[in-house]
């Protein structure tokens, strides 16, 4: 039972984050999108500096989400009372990588639908790839998020 209420929880997070990563992961992308704000009107070189930006400054962020989602899992997991707490670990996954993978494919198809990239859409793909091995390593190697994310909840 207490498996089943871990899922529910990790569910309802991931449904949150679902609605609320677009808002978040643009904020987050506010200094490198300003820098260029259209790829035709700056050089390629600001462009590109202004890509970096944003890839540091929302794969920061996102990867406090992924942290506290991880770091939770962790303990849902270890405890005496949830039996399959490696059930979790699906979920989980599926939990951090499809709002960025929603918030990825929905800003791609904005951008082409508009004929506008700009710097915020093209580094939702090295954000997502970061996010990607982020989880793996967060996951395997627990002690990584103390580094930059110990102010995250749940985090040791």
């Not at 200094?31 to 500096?49: C, E, H, M, Q, S």
Request: one cysteine or more; charged letters at 10%.
């Amino acid at each position: 039972m207490k498996t089943l209420f871990a899922l529910i929880v990790l569910i309802i997070l991931g449904v949150v984050a679902n609605f609320v990563t677009v808002f978040v992961l643009n904020i987050a992308g506010l200094p490198g999108a300003l820098l260029a704000i259209d790829r035709t009107k700056v050089g390629k070189a600001r462009f590109n500096l202004a890509t970096i930006i944003v890839v540091l400054c929302q794969s920061y962020v996102y990867l406090a989400y992924t942290t506290f989602i991880v770091n939770w899992t962790l303990k849902a997991g270890r405890r005496d009372d949830v039996p399959l707490g490696f059930l979790l670990w699906l979920p989980a996954f599926l939990v951090v990588m499809f709002p960025i993978w929603n918030c990825l494919m929905h800003a791609r198809m904005e951008a082409q639908e508009q004929g506008i990239f700009n710097a915020q859409v093209e580094a939702l793909h090295a954000t997502f790839l970061v996010t990607l091995l982020g989880f793996f390593l967060f996951a395997f190697l627990p002690s990584l998020m103390n580094l930059g994310w110990g102010w995250v909840p749940y985090v040791r």
